[in-house]
Antibody, heavy 127, light 111 residues
Framework: QLQLQESGPGLVKPSETLSLACTVSGGSIRSTSYYWGWIRQPPGKGLEWIGSIYYGGNTYYSPSLKSRVTISVDTSKNQFSLKLSSVTAADTAVYYC???????????????????WGQGTLVTVSS | EIVLTQSPGTLSLSPGERATLSCRASQSVSSISSNHLAWYQQKPGQAPRLLIYGASSRATDIPDRFSGSGSGTDFTLTISRLEPEDFVMYYCQQYGSSLYTFGQGTKLEIK
């Protein structure tokens, strides 16, 4: 059964870079059927998609975060990573990684829904 | 950006009753061949769990009391007979565009 596990610092100072990794177990990240995504949830609030990556390196980013976000993949470690620069208190959230399922029409395939999700990790931005 | 509006914000019902949750998109999230909408359940302190994709297809191991319907801009998640563990948060998500967005959620609470 595929599992995802987030890891990284739980506390980041304002203006610094948040760095998280997601390790995939029970399956290969080098699958042609999936992207791999990051989603966050501020305490007590809703879900916000951050971005997604294919094992070959193709990425989609949320336009509202694109200038500060880098998502990368390390197939040798079966892992993908998130970097978010210049963080502020507004970036305090639980960060989830998830498998982003590709769906195909007659002409193309695109990422669709997220399943499964990692358990999430709380990152607090504070000095 | 496609905005998803879920209603109601909070739904108060009793176990055994039927729940109807709505998700409305600011523009169509359907193509000729499919409806690009998913539903998730989130219990306190846990990650979201996929319930429904393609507006009406149940995910693996999801009980058949959960069903989804709709097309275009209007979608519904129905829970036919509420169990005590169903009284949690529900989110919809669209993938009709490559800017993936979620609704703000509906909280299902015990009346």
């Amino acid at each position: 059964q595929l599992q995802l596990q987030e890891s990284g610092p739980g506390l980041v100072k304002p203006s610094e870079t948040l760095s998280l990794a997601c390790t995939v177990s029970g399956g290969s990240i080098r699958s042609t059927s999936y992207y791999w995504g990051w989603i966050r949830q501020p305490p007590g609030k809703g879900l916000e998609w951050i971005g997604s990556i294919y094992y070959g390196g193709n990425t989609y980013y949320s336009p509202s975060l694109k200038s500060r976000v880098t998502i990368s993949v390390d197939t040798s470690k079966n892992q993908f990573s998130l970097k978010l620069s210049s963080v502020t208190a507004a970036d305090t959230a639980v960060y989830y990684c998830a498998r982003h399922i590709l769906y195909c029409s007659t002409t193309s395939c695109s990422p669709g829904w997220f399943d499964p999700w990692g358990q999430g990790t709380l990152v607090t931005v504070s000095s | 950006e496609i905005v998803l509006t879920q209603s109601p914000g909070t739904l108060s019902l009793s176990p055994g009753e039927r729940a109807t949750l709505s998700c409305r998109a600011s523009q169509s999230v359907s193509s000729i061949s499919s409806n690009h909408l998913a539903w998730y359940q989130q219990k306190p302190g846990q990650a979201p769990r996929l319930l429904i994709y393609g507006a009406s297809s149940r995910a693996t191991d999801i009980p058949d009391r959960f069903s989804g319907s709709g097309s275009g801009t209007d979608f519904t998640l129905t829970i036919s007979r509420l169990e005590p563990e169903d009284f949690v948060m529900y989110y919809c998500q669209q993938y009709g565009s490559s800017l993936y967005t979620f609704g703000q959620g509906t909280k299902l609470e015990i009346k």
